[in-house]
């Protein structure tokens, strides 16, 4: 929306929300105070704020002022009822459009921004229709929904709105598309807008995160594959990744996909495909799912096999917990699942990441810093200087692929730390070579020992 805003200075644009904590920090006179951290979105948010740009938390007035309400309200995955663990928790799309039928005036165009299951559109309109039908109102109001997913990816997220691969736009009432379209196209050219009925649109949305969860879970099984034969995970993806059919692009292997949106995708297209009797296209897609859980697992399982099958005790320095690099974000994030499996066997973390706080670790994994698990008597600590936590550590994990740990001086970290010591590389930020130097073991994902 910022980024509309700043291409289109004649449209007032205003986000709303119900999290008065939320709009307070969009509109805080400390740039460093905005609620997400994404290069570039600070520049955006204060060049145009307070001139076309409004965060407010007045929604019945600013739904009357509107002529088009993109509705980006979060879909999260049911965690009860039916459908739970699968299906997508619509209350929040739902009670938006209730809140649009509500306080709307004369002709209003909802966009659906937020990534739904398929016929969600159908729900928008039938919300807003049926409170039409039993208004008591003269002015009746009227509607028309559009669908017009969003692909940009976090830490890129101003590059990818500014220059997107295609944008879509699901419909059937041209008027209403003529004039989304008119705002996309102020700085986007006219092909890369794609006109679709609005199920496609909304399935579109699900199978591009699926389609690319799906390179990235492939791409994670063939690295214990190559660990176990002695094929090296970048060579061959450089030798598929050449091949133009099959591009180089999203198949970096890692520790396994984090994020907000591609287990909740992936879940949710399962449930579909069920949903509508389709069995064995539910079991492949959920298969990227187990892949990834996988992932995660066997590397915490690996670095405790490294030590002989107990890390009680163990210092280990966790380099990274946001989901990727360039964002504070740490839904998904593997390192949850790495982090705990840790504490669990009783090591004592010391856990560094350039934008992801203290207290947002301690949301994640649901231990108090500095507290000692009950059970494994495992304990994590917040590490902001990473040389003196690696001070008689016994291993240090890279887990995001931040590019200040590229920087790090690896020759005086490993002097300080108590041998034997390990190294585990899950992003393979390092060279083998750079590794080979260092007295000192590693593990790199994909890869095995020279
Ligand atoms: C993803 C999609 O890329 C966006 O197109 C989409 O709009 C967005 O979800 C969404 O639905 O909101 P995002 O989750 O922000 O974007 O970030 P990605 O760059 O896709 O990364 C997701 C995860 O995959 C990260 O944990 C990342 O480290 C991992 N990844 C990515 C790999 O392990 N290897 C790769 O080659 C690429």
Redesign the pocket.
């Known amino acids: 929306m910022a980024v509309i805003s700043d291409h289109c200075q004649d449209i007032k644009v205003t986000l709303v929300d119900t999290d008065i904590k939320k709009i307070k920090a969009w509109n805080s006179e400390d740039p460093s105070r905005l609620p997400i951290y994404e290069p570039g979105l600070q520049e955006v948010v204060l060049r145009n704020r307070g001139n076309n740009l409004f965060f407010s938390t007045d929604i019945k007035n600013s739904i009357r002022e509107a002529d088009m309400i993109f509705i980006s309200v979060n879909t999260p995955t049911k965690i009860k009822g039916l459908g739970a663990g699968y299906a997508s928790d619509l209350k929040w799309v739902e009670s938006s459009a209730r809140q649009v039928a509500e306080h709307a005036a004369g002709h209003t165009i909802i966009v659906e921004k937020s990534?739904v299951p398929v016929r969600t559109a159908e729900l928008i309109e039938e919300i807003l229709n049926r409170s039409q039908m039993e208004s008591k109102d003269i002015d009746k109001k009227t509607f028309s929904v559009l669908s017009s997913p969003?692909?940009?990816?976090?830490?890129?997220a101003i590059k990818?709105l500014e220059n997107p691969d295609r944008v879509l736009i699901g419909g059937s009432d041209k008027k209403a598309i003529k004039l989304l379209s008119a705002i996309y196209t102020r700085w986007i050219s006219e092909e890369k807008i794609l006109l679709t009925n609005v199920w496609s649109s909304e399935l579109s949305?699900l199978i591009?995160?699926a389609f690319?969860?799906q390179?990235?879970s492939s791409?994670?099984s063939i690295s214990a594959l190559c660990e176990a034969t002695g094929a090296d995970i970048q060579e061959v993806v450089k030798a598929i990744g050449s091949d133009q059919r099959i591009g180089k692009?999203?198949?970096?292997?890692?520790?396994?996909?984090?994020?907000?949106?591609?287990q909740k995708?992936i879940l949710n297209l399962v449930y579909i495909s069920r949903f509508y009797g389709l069995e064995i296209v539910a079991n492949y897609w959920e298969q990227i799912l187990f892949i990834n859980d996988w992932q995660k697992k066997r590397i915490s399982t690996l670095i405790i096999e490294k030590f002989f099958g107990t890390v009680s005790n163990k210092k280990i320095v966790i380099l990274g917990f946001a989901?990727?690099s360039y964002?504070n974000?740490t839904r998904e994030?593997?390192a949850i699942q790495i982090v705990k499996d840790l504490i669990e066997n009783g090591a004592r973390l010391y856990i560094n990441d350039p934008k992801v706080s203290a207290h947002q670790i301690e949301k994640e994994i649901g231990l108090k810093e500095m507290e000692i698990d009950k059970i494994s008597s495992g304990s994590w600590q917040f590490a902001s200087d990473i040389l003196f936590s690696a001070k008689d550590s016994d291993a240090i994990v890279v887990v995001?692929?931040w590019n200040v740990y590229k920087e790090i001086n690896w020759q005086e970290l490993a002097s300080k730390m108590r041998k034997p010591a390990w190294i585990f590389d899950t992003r393979i930020i390092f060279s083998k070579e750079e590794l080979n130097c260092l007295d000192i073991n590693y593990w790199q994902l994909g890869t095995i020992k020279d």
């Not at 692009?249 to 591609?262: A, N």
Request: net charge negative.
């Open positions: 990534t969003e692909f940009l990816a976090e830490g890129t990818d949305k591009a995160n690319l969860a390179r990235i791409i994670n692009k999203f198949l970096s292997p890692g520790p396994g996909f984090g994020g907000s949106c591609f995708d989901f990727k964002t974000d994030s593997p995001t692929e």
